[in-house]
């Protein structure tokens, strides 16, 4: 498995509203989709539609998933169905939060390892055979689970200067 990111300086960001940060995550996220479909796969078409409210591409069995957070926007890509999420590590009322999302602790770290466990299920829409769950440019906490049964290996390339 292999994930393709895209890390922003905070100057991009820190000016945005919360609207237009989600605007140009997504743009990038699309491009990132586009780039890596033509470029790794050799796909001669990268239209996305939805099926069962996943994205996917319109002529390819390969399997992809979206995140962003912050400065970071990843998609993760795959043969097998796959589900992948990323947060900011931000200090929050973890007792408060872990209540609202069922997640039962007041550590840091804890918390978002278990809320992007859960998001990245959410996402996967398939048996989990494999996770990874690991901190990530260290302020961010990123998991992905697999219905690959075989060992789940990951692989992370940056790739903005591919997509100016």
């Known amino acids: 498995m292999k994930i393709f990111y895209v890390k922003l300086d905070k100057s991009e960001t820190e000016k945005l509203s919360r609207r237009e940060l989600k605007a140009l995550q997504s743009g990038i ?26 994205p996917k591409f319109l002529n390819s069995d390969i399997q992809f998933s979206i995140s962003h957070s912050n400065e970071i926007i990843a998609v993760a890509f795959d043969d097998f169905p796959l589900g992948l999420d990323i947060e900011y590590m931000k200090d929050r009322d973890f007792e408060k939060l872990s209540g609202h999302y069922g997640i039962n602790t007041k550590d840091k770290f804890e918390f978002y390892r278990q809320w992007t466990q859960l998001e990245a299920k959410i996402k996967i829409q398939s048996d989990i055979k494999n996770s990874y769950t690991d901190i990530f440019e260290e302020k961010y ?11 789940l290996r990951v692989e992370f390339e940056e790739i903005k200067h591919y997509l100016k």
């Open 141 to 151: 906490m990123l998991t992905i689970v697999s219905s690959n049964p075989d060992n």
């Open 29 to 54: 996220g699309r491009k990132i989709i586009d780039y890596v479909g033509k470029n790794i796969y050799n796909l001669s078409e990268t239209t996305v539609i939805e099926e069962n409210s996943k």
